[in-house]
């Protein structure tokens, strides 16, 4: 797993999503060294299947296949071949290897495998020289990646420049009230009608519009949580449903009104709630407390990672100034971040990271039913360069 890796994997992802390169991360073992194997890890197989070089479901177990890799070092490639093999014993669980790897790295180094030319390139991010060739213009790293890279899409730079224009309008007074002002307001002046489907709101591309930290709506608050999606969790597999979750671990709120109003992350919260997502298959909210232990409800990470990929296959993210006169509210929209193709394939080291928290928001009704406002997977702005390969943060002045 990647969290024995000598190295932090958020620095890694936080610079390959940053220039918008898709990366599989591996770790390998002293023991996987030693006898030159890898487990091919749930994330891995995912990059490898999402960036159309191998889909192992498709490969038969006995079968061997091997395609050009090359170790990146700072001044040069050195060519080496990877072995991509499912055993006919122990289920013919995918295994990996490179060849010649342990003399390119150390058990429980961090590899960060990227597709280029055709190729897959190994980088050893546990390498100093490495890590700080990447900063260099010029070096065999820097210039992968920068090659990697993928240009704006037509329809991007067509809603881009439409958000410059309204962005010369200055501020604008806010059609309606509340924390979805920003965005309805945003989506009226581009002449967008309310969209109250999970589909994309501009041609393909969705909009997620929010205050920037520190204008007058938003003051006083720290780092602002955004939701990515919403999913509920897979009922039949899920040892408490709703109101079992709501009996267990809620507690009184307004007017002794039971309810669970929590964020749930990889550590363990005041309600005795945490999120484990270790073994790459699902997602499991479990509990720690005196009267429950063990599992509370379960999300399949396929169908989590189906549901990021669809919400933000391609996002802009815009950020606006706010003030208010008289009452009203007026925003400004100064800047966006634009982010495609979200990274599904290290779903499960994000959970485990806490880097993806979970909250719950759901209250007992006065007939007994249960009241929720749906299962919110969140995040940090902070984190956006862990969880969406960023194209640029573009000043909508400039």
């Not at 990515?228 to 597999?237: A, E, G, I, S, V």
């Not at 399949?300 to 669809?310: G, M, N, S, T």
């Not at 296959?313 to 634009?338: C, I, L, M, N, P």
């Not at 007992?364 to 919110?376: A, F, I, K, N």
Request: charge should be positive; charged fraction near 25%.
């Amino acid at each position: 797993m990647l969290k024995a890796a000598n190295t932090s994997v958020e620095t890694a992802l936080k610079m390959f999503n940053g220039a918008g390169v898709s990366v599989g991360l591996l770790a390998p073992t002293r023991t996987g060294l030693g006898k030159g194997i890898m487990d091919s890890t749930m994330s891995f197989r995912d990059f490898l299947r999402e960036t159309d070089t191998h889909d192992y479901a498709a490969q038969q177990q006995g079968e061997k296949v091997l395609m050009p890799a090359v170790f990146v070092l700072p001044d040069r490639c050195v060519d080496t071949t990877a072995s991509l093999y499912r055993p006919k014993t122990k289920k013919g669980d995918p295994r990996i290897w490179f060849s010649h790897l342990p003399r390119y790295c150390k058990p429980t180094d961090l590899l960060a495998v990227v597709k280029h030319a055709g190729r897959l390139c190994v980088f050893n991010m546990s390498d100093p020289a490495i890590a700080l060739a990447f900063a260099i213009p010029g070096s065999i790293p820097h210039e992968i990646l920068a090659q990697s890279s993928e240009i704006i899409s037509a329809t991007a730079a067509e809603l881009l420049g439409k958000l410059r224009e309204i962005h010369r309008l200055g501020f604008v007074q806010g059609v309606s009230h509340g924390d979805t002002n920003v965005g309805m307001t945003l989506e009226h002046l581009l002449d967008i009608p309310p969209n109250s489907a999970k589909t994309p709101d501009y041609k393909g591309i969705e909009l997620k519009a929010s205050r920037k930290l520190g204008s007058t709506a938003a003051q006083g608050k720290r780092k602002r949580r955004i939701t990515l999606f919403t999913n509920t969790p897979d009922w039949k597999r899920s040892p408490l449903d709703a109101e079992g979750i709501l009996q267990h671990f809620g507690y009184p709120g307004e007017h002794g009104r039971l309810q669970l109003y929590c964020t749930v992350s990889n550590e363990i919260n005041t309600q005795g709630l945490y999120l484990d997502a270790h073994n790459e298959i699902d997602l499991v909210n479990k509990a720690r407390t005196e009267a429950y232990t063990g599992d509370v409800s379960v999300w399949a990470l396929d169908v989590l990672k189906a549901r990021l990929a669809a919400k933000h296959h391609e996002t802009f993210w815009v950020q606006a100034s706010s003030r208010k006169t008289d009452g009203r509210e007026y925003f400004r929209y100064d800047f966006v971040r634009h982010t495609r193709k979200p990274n599904t394939a290290n779903l499960a080291s994000l959970f485990d990271a806490g880097v993806i928290t979970l909250d719950y928001a759901m209250h007992l009704t006065p007939t007994g039913g249960v009241r929720d406002h749906g299962y919110l997977f969140r995040t940090t702005g902070d984190k956006f360069p862990l969880i969406f390969p960023i194209e640029k943060v573009y000043d909508l002045a400039n």
